[in-house]
């Protein structure tokens, strides 16, 4: 059911109470917008609700007012320990510490707690948060579980769940965490679920988890914001750094908030852009929640002019009229652009979106094209032509090429060098071996029969005892036995028959072997 309500509608006329309209007009709100025109009444009914609309358009508000009404309609006397009355899961830490400063500001007027849950964080004072119990809690999925193991936390309790950007929740890989977060809740609950966009797997979820929901959309599927204007710079990608420095120098941009693909990417451009003389900081899943709220606090308050971001800050970021954003890098799931232009032209204030795109990103833009059935102008910036030379030189100055050594022959240097005298250690070591006999070439000797070619040769004593050859001398003692290749038997025949004939030892020869050598030395 699609609720058709005025989109020029006031929060009075919407049936909130009295301090939530207080506390709206505070923040200098008097006009719902249209999704919040449309959805506060079917929540304040008790009704599930499948919300969607574009980034910045107030789906944060959308259920949260109408959500701290119902609590504060119905007050308990006495909180249970670890207790939850309401349970909001998001996917990310930034847009959970968003969602619940918006808590906070809107139920300044109210007996309303809440506590705030994520990872990157101690543990210990979030038990500490939740020991009494608690009527709002915003969590992610992540650190949601590990309070569970702990049983720090008590879900049974829950009378609201909000899943909010439950798109990027799948695509983030959390349907097994939320499926777990689901099984322990009570089954007589309100759900409400809002997301930027409604895909196939969205609307399966809702089919499963919703029962009888309102539909509240106020705009195309997957449509960016009209606010935003939209233009692709052609470039090389080697050439985008330059382009980007360009482009925030030239246009004199105080705030611009930057997208890349990777995290190592998002460090690197940020250094470069700081050696540039641009004020920049990097912000992703490998820094530590500190340097994150750092870096996003500088960013707000404009002592950062420069934001690198990956795809983990395209969701729940409200930064107050952010005039620009870039994509450095075309991301590679088409409803991600969605999400990123969706950090500018927020609250009815106008935004730029500028992409970047090298040749090799053709098919991301071709599908971001097809998912928002338009096509984004080009324009190509003069001097950025293909082929034309880049005006940063320190990156791209030629080193000093390499001092090439003359050819020369190996094997004629060698040649010509004198040869290496032998360390002294090594003729001491010389010195002092025995000096054993070489024996002489081994004489063909006729075959013998079977069983004596089989007969196993004498050994020990025995084969001591036995008389040499006849007609076998041996040789003049020799420094070092040297086994010429023209001694070797070519026959394969003679090199069975020696195998089995014992050697010939020379008695002077083993008497000056030293006493401690193994008697297989001995007889060789």
């Known amino acids: 059911m699609l609720w058709e309500i005025c989109l020029s ?27 919040q025109a449309q959805a506060i009444p079917v929540i304040l009914a008790a009704r599930d609700v499948l919300g969607a609309a574009q980034t910045g358009t107030g789906k944060t508000a959308a259920f949260t007012l109408p959500l701290l009404q119902r609590l504060a309609a119905q007050p308990r006397e006495r909180r249970q320990p670890k207790s939850v009355r309401a349970l909001i899961l998001t996917p990310t830490r930034e847009l959970a510490a968003q969602v ?33 119990g608690v009527d709002i809690l915003v969590a992610t999925p992540g650190r949601l579980l590990d309070h569970v193991g702990q049983r720090t936390v008590d ?8 899943l909010d950007e439950a798109d990027r929740m799948l695509d983030m890989g959390f349907i097994h965490d939320i499926r777990r977060v689901l099984a322990l809740l009570p089954r007589q609950r309100q759900n409400l679920l809002f997301s930027a966009t409604f895909s196939d797997e969205i609307r399966a979820l809702a089919r499963g988890l919703l029962r009888d929901p309102a539909t509240v959309e106020v705009a195309r599927r997957n ?75 500088g960013f707000k308050e404009g002592s950062v002019r ?52 090298s040749p090799d990103e053709n098919a991301f833009l071709f599908d971001i094209e097809r998912l928002m059935k338009r096509t984004l102008p080009r324009e190509l910036v003069p001097g950025f032509e293909a082929g034309k030379p880049g005006t940063i030189v320190e990156d791209a100055a030629p080193r000093r090429p390499a001092q090439r050594r003359p050819a020369h022959d190996a094997r004629a240097q060698r040649a010509r060098s004198s040869p290496a005298t032998p360390h002294r250690e090594s003729k001491r070591r010389d010195a002092g071996r025995a000096r054993v006999a070489a024996p002489a070439p081994a004489r063909p000797t006729p075959k013998q029969p079977p069983q004596e070619a089989t007969r196993p040769a004498q050994r020990g004593a025995n084969a001591a005892t036995s008389a040499p050859a006849k007609g076998h001398r041996a040789s003049a003692p020799h420094p070092e036995p040297e086994r010429k290749e023209n001694q070797r038997a070519s026959n394969g025949d003679k090199r069975a028959g020696d195998r089995h004939r014992a050697p010939a030892v020379d008695n002077s020869v083993r008497s000056n072997l030293p006493p401690g050598w193994p008697r297989s030395s001995r007889n060789r």
């Open 100 to 132: 619940e400063e918006s808590v906070r500001t809107y139920g300044r007027h109210m007996k309303i707690t809440s506590t705030l849950v994520y990872g990157g964080v101690g543990i210990n004072p979030q038990i500490d948060a939740l020991r009494g």
């Open 306 to 357: 420069v934001l690198v971001a990956t795809d983990i800050a395209a969701r729940g970021l409200d930064i107050e009229q952010l005039p620009h954003v870039v994509n450095f890098e075309l991301p590679n799931v088409p409803e991600d652009y969605v999400h990123r232009i969706g950090r500018t032209g927020r609250a009815g204030s106008p935004g730029h979106a500028v992409s970047l795109v």
């Open 155 to 162: 879900l049974g309790r829950v009378e609201t769940l909000v």
């Open 223 to 297: 449509e960016a914001s009209a606010l935003v204007t939209h233009v692709v710079h052609p470039v090389a990608r080697e050439r985008k750094r330059e382009l980007l420095r360009d482009l925030i120098v030239a246009g004199d941009w105080q705030q611009v908030l930057v997208f890349v693909r990777m995290k190592h990417m998002a460090n690197r451009l940020a250094e470069q852009l700081v050696k540039d003389g641009l004020s920049a900081a990097a912000i992703h899943g490998n820094k530590s929640q500190g340097a994150r709220t750092r870096a996003l606090a």
């Open 9 to 35: 509608s006031t929060f009075e006329s919407l049936g909130l109470a009295a301090p939530l309209v207080r506390a709206v007009a505070e923040e200098g709100y008097t006009e719902a917008t249209p999704i």
